[in-house]
């Protein structure tokens, strides 16, 4: 099967994609491009299905940068090939050619970035922690530090559980409420005392208060689809033991 890559026109000044799990070799509940070293998914199976990435990115194994993701909001900047020792953090920045730099989500927004004039790019994974943490507007900020400038930077937020399929508790709830309370906007009420949340409005918003002019979101969601997408609230309701991840990838 082909490989199945959503791109936009924001970021055509350098090679990217929001791989889908089309294409790849896993099989079972992982069947397509499964990039998740952390599955328990066959070795040899990931590995091959990220060189299916690098062929379509047009670059090596060792070119591809991606980071040990921990919902935190560090960004790392990288100056050098992988040496297969990832970093924690949850966003990379780069302005060094000949790397790619990678994100691997299963409901959480990838967001990839890029400042065509300066020619730095970056690649951030946000999930709800990492979004209420910082991780979008601490990304523009490490760009900024190494060249960037935030009046040419776009950003993108890729496949991520759209806001009718991500029910959550009050709990959750009150940790936005505390940080501000303007982001009761970001909640819809749900059933039986639930809220459901707009991840990528969320992801947006942020993006627009550190200074972006247009983001934009693929609108994709990733529970809606499991032909296309990995999705670990789907794997959850299905009882299914692990989940696949998708990988999102953006070239200097």
Not at 215 to 225: I, M
């Amino acid at each position: 099967m082909t490989l199945q890559i959503i791109t936009s026109d924001y970021l055509a000044t350098h090679r990217h994609g929001f791989f889908t799990r089309h294409g790849g070799i896993s099989s079972g509940i992982y069947k397509g491009l499964n990039c998740g070293a952390g599955s328990t998914d066959q070795v040899d199976a990931v590995k091959k299905n990220k060189l299916l990435v690098c062929d379509a990115m047009g670059v090596s194994l060792d070119k591809l940068v991606t980071v040990h993701q921990v919902h935190s909001a560090d960004v790392i900047i990288s100056t050098e090939q992988s040496n297969g020792l990832a970093q924690k953090a949850d966003a990379i920045v780069s302005k060094s050619k000949g790397l790619a730099l990678g994100i691997l989500t299963a409901d959480c927004a990838p967001i990839l970035f890029c400042d065509p004039n300066s020619g730095v790019v970056g690649a951030a994974h946000s999930g709800w922690q990492g979004a209420i943490k910082g991780i979008a507007q601490n990304t523009i900020t490490k760009m900024i530090e190494i060249g960037a400038d935030i009046a040419n930077i776009q950003a993108v937020v890729g496949p991520c559980i759209s806001q009718k399929n991500y029910e959550v508790g009050e709990e959750f709830l009150e940790n936005f409420l505390i940080d501000d309370q303007y982001n009761m906007r970001f909640f819809a009420n749900g059933k039986n005392d639930k809220y459901q949340f707009d991840l990528p409005g969320f992801c947006l918003h942020s993006l627009r208060n550190a200074g972006v002019t247009k983001p934009e979101w693929t609108g994709h969601c990733t529970y809606e689809d499991g032909n296309k997408f990995y999705s670990y609230r789907k794997s959850t309701h299905l009882n299914e033991p692990d989940y696949g991840r998708l990988i999102s990838v953006i070239s200097v």
